[in-house]
């Protein structure tokens, strides 16, 4: 089933931006499990090693015009006055020295900053997905149904890599912002009104180009949206790739994905454009703003050259950080949906996460299992669409078979007995005791479902197999395996156990998948075997066979079986006949 995903949220004001980032800068100081402060520090001492090389440069520029060996340090010069030092000289070589020490400590300590910094955002990114797939497996399987994989699988992967984006956006804004104020403060000290009125005009180009990140942050929804279309496309492409070919439909598949991806490139190209302007107004600007700040430097201040020479230096220096400053915000807002969806699915996954457990543990089941006035609707409106009330037992030693056509309810039934869904009316009782929300995992641990279409994992039989029981050994496996009568099969295979079985268990036939399947079952040693038309696919023989198994089992468990075949109807006690959700008919075959 799909369900459309998360709404874009309107863009933010002006002032919803700075806002939204500030917001989302903590959500990082709280994930870089206690690293802020380190990389906050780090930053700021790389900043300052910077600043004070940069005041050095004032004496020594000053020195070339006078005693060039001893050079003469006046607080006063470079700002810093206030501090009572008075004048005195160092030799050149000296002051040169320190400035190359102080270099190769900012460079050094930036260093050190990046790799913290790295570290701490590929924890964060890490701790984010880890958070929506912990939040995806502890909802109920009902609401995890109800989305379709696709866009799952588009919010733990590419979303969570934009989200990245937008940290690292952050993490460079702060590291930015830090530098550019150690500049703004080497040129206070050196000129205060210069300063100010550079401020004043990078204020003012940061303001200015708003409404273009305004746009930006518009565009970054509609890429959500697009990018969400695209993975459902790939998706549907890849999995229906066996029908397609059969109908010869898969050039008509590569056309609907061509069609989407033009559609984005035009938006692409679009938001490569948005993001063009920032840079290419604040080049002109830039420009534009030293040829003014050298006119009034000269025609309104008295700065001695060496002086002006390090202002324009810093200034350099500055511009090309505004321009990055207006391009990481940009960036940041474009990527901030992701964040939000991804934020928006994880919560709407926790408020339907399963019950915890309350009460009393869940003993095993010793007699029976009793279905009373159960019913499950998938939508309260329709006038049929789901299952019940049904009311039956099962006891432990009996095989009980469900058939009906198909939309009679049994898949539902299945999931309400397997524990998977939680059903909105009537009670499942074992041995008298109706389960509660609480215990369906308890419960699920006492239950094998076996279903038609088996799901195996691109990896060893082996690991396949301790899906079922992690902790089991080889022997195990083997017993498993003797019983299923699959054992022959995977000793034949080049690996034996240890032999992959390709992705979804392509590698083997549909019989074999389903022995390895039924092994697993076995090894979980359950109070409870599902089988759900599970032997549908395979060969009279294969049939007989496995339905002979299934018989033996009554005797350390119950089984219900949703079946068709005769061989299955044949071992069963009762056969329950489901017609639109409801139970028509209980009848007993004879033996
Ligand atoms: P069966 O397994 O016997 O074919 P199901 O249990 O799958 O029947 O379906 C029972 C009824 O519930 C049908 O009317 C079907 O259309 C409806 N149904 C099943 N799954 C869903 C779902 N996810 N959302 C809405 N209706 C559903």
Redesign the pocket.
Known sequence: ?SQTLPRATAPLGRRGQFRRIAQFARLLWTHAEGRGPRVLTLNTLGGLTEGISILLLVPVLAALSGDRSNVLIDPAQIGLGWTGLGEFRLNLLVLLLGIVALVTATALLNRRALLLTADTLSGISNRIRIDLAASIAGAEWAAI??RRQADLTHLLTGEIDRVQAAATGTINLVQTVIVLTVYMTASLLISPVMTLIALLAGAVMLGALYPIRQRAARMGHRMTGHRQRQYGLVDTFLSGMQVNKAMNAETRAVGALSQSLEAMRGDIVRLVGLGSIGPFASQIATALGLCLFVYGAVSLTDLPLASLIVLLFVFMRISPRLMLVERLLTEIVQSLPAQDAITEAAQGFRAVAEPAPSGPELPLLRQQIRCRDLSYQ??PE?E????GPVDFDLAKGEVLAVV????????????LLAGLRLPQGGEIEIDGRALQPGDARAWREQVALMQQDVFLSHDSIATNLRLARPEADEAALWQALERAEAAEFVRALPEGLETLVGDRGTQLSGGERQRIALARALLRQPSVYIFDEATSALDHDNQQRIAAMVDGLRSEAAVFV?THQPAMLEIADRVIT?EA?KISKIAVPES
């Open positions: 089933m149904a109800k998938y939508d329709a049929r669409s789901g299952l009906g056509p198909s939309g009679a309810g049994k898949s539902t039934l299945v999931d949703v489901l959700g």
